[in-house]
């Protein structure tokens, strides 16, 4: 089915299927690349907006409250008679978030505060040598936080110090502490399962964990691995206090855990500068376009399958196409075959024919001038021997008016054969009484059949009518026949005629008992001049055209003629006739 | 018997008995009387002898007529095998051929005639009604001495007789 070509083209056709196929999911492996940077840059900025407005929000919110008590601070006019006690009351009411807040004289003692049990009155800063940041913020006259420390209580919490002073005058200090445990829920971010929060202080020292994960305190880059790549750098750049987003790989024996991305805003505090960070795996950005990952994916698979479907559509057309073309090829080639074979064969009939007609020209040729040729001899003869015998005289005569004879026969048989041929023999139909005729005929053999001996038996069914045909036609038949029979036979040989009806036919037979023919010859004996055959050897004299007139009067009639024969036994010729119409000469 | 031994067996007995009659020749080899004698008749014959083969009877009977009455002494015969033997019997001067004969053709008897050595000088003329040139080549190529074409003139063909005949006598 597949030739070479074709198997080329298919090979071909299937090569472009599959770079359509191909360069559909190199498409779609891009869409995804380019989809899930840009949703992870989306992502990491929504993540930094988060992170920003949380850091902004406890920022603010942390300086606010110490605004508060630097404002009090800030009052020129002296240390009121209750020790600030009522300012620092509704300072403590106002912001809501501290744990305790006091008021230390310039002597280091601790004199007032808000609410009283949290307040250890008396402790002299100097005395339990806690003294430390009290003479920083004196020395500096500015607010001073310390890092979330331990707390008595057991809990972490940063001590703001805020000097006092009265024009220049240090008047003391006012001590805040904030609990962590309030700032945590400022940072806690609406987290779902993966994201966690975290805060670094300026050296890199973790200071909340919301994982709780880690120990707090400790180096955030030694915890993680400092040869997480991308770590470092995000590390280095909260420390430096920027904003902005990063991302670094988790690593695990030198393996890639997981890719997780950080968004990271620093949080001022007076002195304190952190940097709250919110970290998310990567996944959470895949976790997020999953859909439009299923979705792209539907439409390459949809899409291959439609290419996949149109072009096995393309390829069962074509197929279909070149073999209706290929069959249609054949059938054409098989038409041309049959008609070359059909144009050999008509053009080997003419060829035949054509040689039977210069074989016929050829026969017919020698056939008039053989008597010619005893005729011109004679009568040259006759020319030249002008005083010679009169028995030789009339021999040569014989032989003239004998050839001359012959001559005419032939010609007429050829007129025969012609209108027989050429459809134009004209029967010149009449009832005719087949007995009678068949004496006609007789006895224009008659010279022959007696001088040959030849008995004639005649058998005709007694209730044959007459029929309707031409007489001389069929005068001119029984000759023939009769002649053929005789010459074919030996001496005193039998020639038996019979007459038979049958239905409307008249079948009439002549058998004789003479030298009979093989099956070879019986096949060509109704041939034109069958009797010369190729070896140009003739084994009994005549026309050769007698049979062929023969059938043809028969078969333009609407009879037929058959002959059977045995070599050595003798032939019969059974010809029939139709009783055509016999009424209506009645 | 066959007819080339009888005449062979006559000429020695009448070398024997120059004084035997035909009925004593005829009894000794047991031939009848008139074989003997039409034999013997040929045998005295002096004339050039012509072999006429042609299975159409009258234009035989006017050429033998003709040639007859020219002083040939002619010989028929009817078919290719007559014209075989009777080229061994008579042993003729001159065969006038016809290509359609019955039997074995003009051709094949020509070709076999040339080909047999003791009668290969005998010329051959060739009658036929066919006039093609392929006949006539094909006659030559056989060996045939001349081809004349029926109907033919009588003079020419006598002048082709005499032609050939005189052909031969040259050899």
Known sequence: ?586 | MHAENISGKILSLLEDNPGITIREISNKLSVPLSQVESILKSMSDVRQKILIVDDEMDALLALKVALEAEGYNIVEAKDGYEAIDKVHSEKPDVILLDLMIPGIDGFEVCSQLKSDQLYSHIPVIMLTARGEIDDKVEGIELGADDYVTKPFNLKELKARIKMVLRRNQDI
């Open chain 1, 1 to 586: 089915m597949w030739n070479r070509k074709s198997r080329w083209n298919i090979i071909l056709f299937a090569v472009v299927v599959l770079l359509l196929i191909s360069s559909i999911f190199f498409l779609w492996m891009k869409t995804n690349i380019d989809v899930r940077s840009v949703v992870e840059e989306q992502y990491q900025n929504q993540q930094l907006l988060l992170t920003r407005q949380i850091s902004n929000s406890i920022e603010r919110s942390l300086n606010e409250k110490v605004l508060l008590l630097e404002v009090i601070a800030k009052k020129d006019t002296g240390v009121p008679p209750d020790y600030y006690k009522s300012d620092l009351k509704s300072v403590y009411d106002v912001a809501g978030m501290f744990y305790v807040v006091e008021y230390v004289a310039a002597n280091g003692t601790i004199v007032s505060g808000y609410p009283d049990e949290y307040v250890p009155y008396g402790l002299n800063l100097y005395e339990s040598n806690q003294h430390r940041a009290f003479e920083m913020v004196k020395a500096s006259k500015d607010v001073y936080i310390t890092e979330p420390l331990k707390l008595m209580e057991g809990n972490y919490g940063s001590f703001i110090w805020i000097p006092v002073f009265e024009g220049d005058k240090f008047r003391g200090a006012f001590i805040a502490i904030i609990h962590e445990a309030d700032l945590k829920s400022r940072y806690v971010v609406e987290s779902n399962s993966s994201s966690y929060a975290y805060l670094l202080d300026e050296r890199g020292r973790l200071l909340y964990d919301e994982s709780g994960n880690y120990k707090r305190g400790t180096n955030y880059a030694e915890l993680l691995g400092s040869d997480s790549p991308g770590l470092v750098d995000i590390i280095s750049k909260q420390v430096n206090g920027s904003e902005g987003n990063g991302k670094y790989f988790v690593l695990d024996n030198g393996s890639v855990v997981e890719e997780r991305l950080v968004s990271y805003s620093p949080i001022n505090w007076y002195n304190q500068k952190w940097s709250l960070a919110i970290t998310n795996p990567s996944s959470e950005v895949d976790r997020l376009i999953v859909s439009v990952y299923l979705k792209l994916f539907i439409v390459a698979v949809v899409s291959v399958i439609f290419i996949v479907f149109v072009s096995s559509f393309v390829v069962v057309i074509i197929f279909n196409w070149s073999k209706s073309l290929e069959k249609e090829v054949d059938e054409k080639t098989q038409e041309l075959k049959e008609s070359n074979k059909s144009l050999l064969e008509v053009n080997k009939k003419l060829k035949e024919l054509d040689r039977l007609k210069t074989e016929f020209l050829s026969i017919v040729s020698h056939e008039l001038k053989t008597p010619l040729t005893a005729m011109k001899t004679s009568s040259e003869f006759l020319q030249e021997n002008d005083g010679c015998d009169v028995s030789l005289r009339h021999q040569m005569l014989d032989i003239i008016i004998r050839n001359i004879d012959r001559q005419s026969r032939m010609v007429d048989d050829l007129l025969d054969i012609s209108r027989i041929e050429s459809n134009r023999m004209r029967f010149h139909r009449e009832p005719v009484d087949i007995e009678e005729t068949i004496k006609v005929s007789l006895e224009v053999l008659d010279s022959i059949i007696k001088e040959k001996h030849m008995t004639i038996l005649v058998e005709v069914q007694d209730d044959l009518s007459l029929i309707n045909t031409d007489k001389d036609k069929l005068v001119q038949v029984f000759v023939n026949l009769l002649n053929n029979a005789v010459k074919f036979s030996k001496k005193k040989g039998i020639i038996t005629i019979t007459v038979e009806t049958e239905d409307d036919i008249v079948k009439i037979s002549i058998s004789d008992n003479g030298i009979g023919m093989s099956s070879e010859e019986l096949e060509r004996i109704f041939d034109k001049f069958y009797q010369i055959d190729s070896t140009s050897t003739r084994k009994v004299g005549g026309s050769g055209l007698g049979l062929s007139i023969v059938k043809g009067i028969i078969e333009g009639q609407g009879g037929t003629i058959i002959a059977r024969s045995e070599l050595g036994k003798g032939s019969t010729f059974v010809f029939t006739l139709i009783k055509q119409d016999i009424e209506e000469y009645k």
